[in-house]
């Protein structure tokens, strides 16, 4: 089946029960047993349920994986990844990353005696540079949030796998519809499904998509011994917003890359980061490994943070706010919100300024969105 068939029909299959055409909402706790050690497959739903099992295999579909677990945020999606982890082990890590996965590296991990790593993302020579005898995971962003870099995810997959470490891809920005970087040679794939995947700003949630049965049953194990998992109703709302993905990421794209050709001619605008610019730096890489550019469009605004303050609070379409990838477009200070765990001086380095902005670009009316940012910039 092609994507968008995939988003409608994958682990959706009417219920046998009554035939109903939408998954039901399993809005159970737990399930009747007929004996000792005998049931139909459910006990309790902390360990599955069959909603979350639909959108489970939705998701594992999406990416052209075979296994598919879902949990109740991005964040304890990623530190079911990190339980692969012991102590005194070691991650390689792109330097531009979401400020809660610098945050549980830094202020979580480091308490296991887990060390993190740092690179340039776009450097593929510094990720093998970084490798140490502890290093069992390299973890990448891409397109990085907030300053949307791309990394060569089979470059960097043919370093890690000759080290025998796994490769970990936040696909978050570019949704699995414009990236897909199991087919890369990625050995797990997470998601914020808050974002993209649900799209309409009224769930959050998490995903993890592999291929290798061992890690998957650690990670399932962990799933359940942890409990971080998502009730039937968000996995249902999930499922739902996943059925329009296609449909959304070609809208956002469209809107994002008129945003972006808008900005970079606008005489407030210092500098734009979007893949989709022929004169950004991963342009051509984007080109080969993504489908098309996404919908996050960051902006460098000319003047201080007392300009960015007052022009924020002039836009009447984009909403000033944490998250992305709903239909609504959202505009976020990462030195405030995002990324405010990490410290001004890294921030700083990384390119991360305090007149950053990082546009959400919704599925409005362009003229609409255009006209917005015009008044706010003026």
């Not at 830094?106 to 790593?117: D, L």
């Not at 991360?352 to 008044?375: K, M, N, P």
């Amino acid at each position: 089946m092609k994507f968008a068939t995939k988003a409608i029909h994958a682990g959706q299959e009417p219920d046998p029960s009554t035939g109903a055409v939408i998954t039901p909402i399993f809005q159970t706790s737990t399930y009747a047993q007929t004996g000792l050690g005998e049931h139909k497959g459910y006990e309790y739903s902390r360990t599955q349920n069959p909603t979350r099992a639909a959108l489970q295999d939705c998701l594992a579909a999406l990416e052209n994986g075979r296994y598919g677990l879902a949990f109740a945020s991005g964040m304890a999606a990623e530190q079911t990844v990190l339980s692969l982890l012991n102590a005194g082990d070691h991650i390689v890590s792109c330097d531009d990353l979401y400020g809660g996965s610098y945050r549980i590296f830094e202020r979580i991990m480091s308490r296991y005696n887990v060390e993190t790593s740092y690179v340039s993302a776009g450097n593929t020579a510094e990720y093998e540079q970084a490798i140490r005898p502890n290093t069992k995971i390299v973890w990448l962003e891409t397109p990085t949030n907030p300053l949307l870099r791309l990394v060569d995810i089979a470059a960097v997959v043919e370093i890690a796998h000759r080290h025998n470490l796994l490769v970990v891809v936040d696909n978050t920005f570019a949704s699995p519809y414009l990236q897909q970087p199991l087919n890369l040679g990625a050995d797990i794939v997470i998601h914020s499904t808050t974002k993209y995947i649900n799209g309409h700003s009224d769930v959050i949630g998490g995903a993890i998509v592999l291929n290798d049965a061992n890690v998957y049953e650690s990670l399932k194990f962990y799933q359940n011994a942890a409990g971080g998992v998502p009730s039937p109703f968000d996995a249902w709302l999930t499922l739902r917003g996943i059925k329009t993905l296609a449909v959304r990421m070609r809208q956002h794209e469209e809107n994002a890359h008129t945003v972006a050709r808008f900005l970079a001619e606008h005489p407030r605008v210092e500098k734009v980061y979007y893949p989709g610019l022929t004169e950004h730096p991963d342009h051509e890489l984007a080109k080969r490994q993504m489908k098309g550019f996404g919908g996050m469009v960051s902006f460098q605004f000319k003047g201080v943070v007392a300009d960015v303050d007052k022009m924020v609070r002039r836009f009447k379409v984009f909403t000033l706010a944490e998250s992305l990838g709903g239909i609504e477009s959202l505009v976020c200070h990462p030195a405030s919100m995002t990324h405010g765990s990490i410290p001004k001086e890294i921030r700083e380095s990384r390119g991360l300024t305090d007149t950053l902005l990082r546009l959400s670009v919704g599925i409005e009316d362009i003229e609409d969105i255009l006209a917005d940012l015009e008044q706010a910039l003026a």
